[in-house]
């Protein structure tokens, strides 16, 4: 079971890695616009559903943001912040929405030059999910698959329990948090992880697709869901709404059963926020 799980996050891997020169996201990139590339199902499930997260969150979570990351990297290496203009020209090469996608046939397009594809937000949570059902169809009954923070947790541990996680403290060492989770997953995404440095200052990894500048909002997100790619994808859209504008867009009931927990404040004084189905998931 363990072996045919890991067949499957490799698949994701060989179809969708950006640092694969021969993945199919890598060939989309490189051909011309308005030229079609026929891909797998499981590109073509994972891009419809970024698609739908995109237009869900109002562009706050966006596949198409690479040209805008590449930008901020190449900011950080020369210890230099990008001019506004140079921000605003990015962002003319970025928008879900200039994916076509023919979900039928499976066929991909880019309408515009320029455009990149990048399925880094959501393909990981997606892996989980494929590796967890090869798992179960192996004849696994319960199973905690991880990759790089994101968690599907199936069924029960050893002892017939639910399965516990961790979620770092974003301030220092150790934990804030521990989850108790059964057919569930649970994704974190924040500045503990990865940021960069500018001038002395520090900067989220993570860039608001609508402004075209690093999310300054929360420290630390974690998004509880009924599978990887949903946790995954919104982990990171909330990341980029912040507190208000994410309680917002739940309210309006666009994300059914998402659980979130945001950390902002500081160090001496952490504030937690939490939905109100949050706690049930946390352990006593």
């Known amino acids: 079971a363990v072996q045919a799980g890991y067949a499957r996050l490799e698949d994701v891997n060989r179809l969708m890695s950006d640092y694969r020169p021969d993945s199919e996201i890598s060939r989309l990139n490189d051909l011309p616009a308005g030229e079609g590339l026929h891909v797998s199902s499981e590109t073509s499930h994972c891009l419809e559903r970024a698609v739908e997260v995109s237009q869900a969150s109002g ?84 199973m905690l698959v991880e990759v790089g923070g994101d968690v599907v947790a199936i069924g029960t541990n050893g002892r017939g329990q639910p399965w516990r996680i961790g979620v770092k403290h974003p301030f220092r060492q150790g934990l804030i948090a521990v989850l108790t989770l059964s057919d569930r997953a649970v994704a974190t995404s924040g500045v503990q992880q990865r940021f960069y440095e500018i001038d002395g200052k520090r900067y989220s990894h993570i860039i608001d697709p609508r402004t075209g500048w690093p999310a300054e909002h929360v420290p630390s997100v974690t998004v509880i869901a009924a599978d990887g790619l949903r946790a995954d994808a919104w982990a990171t859209a909330f990341s980029v709404l912040g507190v208000a504008e994410g309680r917002e867009l739940l309210e309006t009931g666009q994300t059914p059963e998402l659980e979130v927990m945001w950390i902002t404040g500081s160090g001496d004084q952490p504030v937690i926020e939490k939905t109100k189905g949050f706690d049930r998931y946390v352990a006593k």
């Open 59 to 142: 562009g706050a979570f966006d596949v198409t943001c690479r040209p805008l990351v590449t930008l901020w990297r190449q900011a950080a290496q020369q210890n230099q912040l990008p001019s506004e203009q140079t921000v605003a020209e990015t962002l003319q090469v970025v928008g879900a929405e200039r994916i076509g996608l023919d979900a039928k046939k499976r066929v991909v397009t880019r309408l515009l030059d320029g455009l990149q594809v990048d399925l880094g937000g959501i393909a990981k949570g997606y892996a989980l999910d494929l590796a967890a059902e090869a798992m179960l169809k192996a004849g696994a009954t319960g």
